[in-house]
């Protein structure tokens, strides 16, 4: 029996305008365009979701014979260069002969209460989201990006053991392995110039993808814990659990690839 012929499809623009409304895409202002960022198939029958368009994540897409691409890193960056030369010339030339939908969300997809990428490596590493009375998650700093909780951790020595065995990466651990953590901030991705703000909030820790040279000397002189576990690692959730609700929405087949990033 043939998969393809079996195969349900859905018009590529009610999954756009699905997506755009799930995700209250309009509401953010952000660093790259998010929803349809290149138009391919008028329909959708199979998705291949991955944390970054990259040629890796393009090709398994082609070799799997998917119609779209959905990522929370797409393409055409605030300040990127727009000529279309090398790298981007080959990701582009390939989409383009394929017909693939390449769909990306960035901060939308980091923001959102139940899917987003803060909302799913809580579930991951056992945080415990503080929320208000209406169910939004208590926020801070810069758009308000970082969530706030608990985690059932002694101290951050073990919260950082936790880490590390739940995304399969070691954590650089910063701090006082033996102070306590009763209040958790965290921002997946490159989110380590964010820190201040979590300070600002009382956090015990902070946890973000990336680090940068003055996290070291901010733990040193505040006494707040951080942690840098991957921007991969952390932004892997997000963009799963958005394909996971595209399936049950619709009934199309949607997959993960993760294709490893140490960063
Ligand atoms: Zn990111």
Not at 44 to 59: D, K, N, R, Y
Not at 103 to 109: C, G, I, K, Q
Not at 116 to 129: C, D, R, S
Request: proline residues 4%.
């Amino acid at each position: 029996m043939s998969q393809i012929s079996t195969q349900k499809r859905i018009a590529t623009q009610e999954l756009v305008n699905w997506l755009d409304a799930t995700l209250n895409a309009s509401s953010f202002k952000d660093y790259c365009p998010n929803g349809l960022q290149v138009e391919g198939k008028s329909t959708i029958g199979h998705i291949v979701c991955g944390v970054t368009a990259s040629q890796a994540l393009l090709e398994y897409a082609v070799a799997s014979k998917a119609d779209a691409v959905l990522v929370h890193h797409g393409w055409f960056w605030k300040n990127e260069n727009p000529c279309i030369r090398g790298p981007k010339r080959r990701r582009l030339a390939l989409t383009l002969e394929h017909q693939l939908n390449l769909l990306a969300y960035h901060l939308p997809l980091d923001a959102h209460p139940l899917l987003g990428n803060n909302a799913q490596l809580a579930q991951v590493l056992g945080l415990q989201p503080e929320r208000h009375p209406d169910g939004t998650p208590v926020t801070c700093g810069p758009d308000r990006l970082i969530w706030l909780g608990t985690c059932s951790s002694a101290n951050l020595q073990e919260l950082g053991t936790t880490i590390t065995n739940a995304l399969q990466r070691t954590a650089t651990v910063v701090g006082n392995l033996q102070q306590t953590v009763q209040r958790v901030a965290w921002c997946t991705g490159g989110a380590q110039g964010m820190m201040e703000a979590a300070i600002a909030a009382g956090a015990d820790v902070y946890i973000t993808g990336e680090a940068s040279e003055p996290n070291f000397h901010l733990a040193q002189e505040t006494g707040v814990g951080f942690i840098a576990a991957g921007h991969h690692a952390t932004e892997r959730y997000g963009v799963r659990a958005l394909g996971a609700a595209i399936a049950d929405a619709f009934g199309i087949q949607v997959e993960f690839k993760d294709i490893d990033n140490p960063i």
